[in-house]
Nanobody
């Protein structure tokens, strides 16, 4: 059974950092692209970054220069290092999997984790 579990969220002050993890079980990350998404209260879920099954990666404009997505060599987890966090980064962060290519579109992903809360506040 394909399963994704996010971890690493929490409360951080503006300018601080967090590292989110997305652990995969039941499948190999060599066969799936992992996307990071976030959803703030009252807003639509939006794509933040992806790490494709071929090793390519991308970051949305909101994340460029501050967030970095990576994958471990064993291809069992994908990470997102988030630096210089801002209050507007506050959201529930989700990882999701697709057998397709890298994408920021929610509809392209078939499998989702339960989410982890990130709160940026002083």
């Amino acid at each position: 059974q394909l399963q994704l579990v996010e971890s690493g969220g929490g409360l951080v002050q503006p300018g601080g950092s967090l590292r989110l993890s997305c652990a995969a079980s039941g499948f190999s990350l060599a066969d799936y692209t992992i996307g990071w998404f976030r959803q703030a209260p009252g807003k639509e879920r939006e794509g933040v970054a992806f790490f494709s099954r071929t090793g390519l990666f991308g970051h949305a404009d909101s994340a460029k220069g501050r967030f970095t997505v990576s994958r471990d060599n064993a291809k069992t987890a994908v990470y997102m290092q988030m630096n210089s966090l801002k209050p507007e980064d506050t959201a529930v962060y989700y990882c999701a999997a697709t057998s397709g290519w890298g994408s920021f579109q929610v509809s392209d992903y078939s499998y989702w984790g339960q989410g982890t809360q990130v709160t940026v506040s002083s």
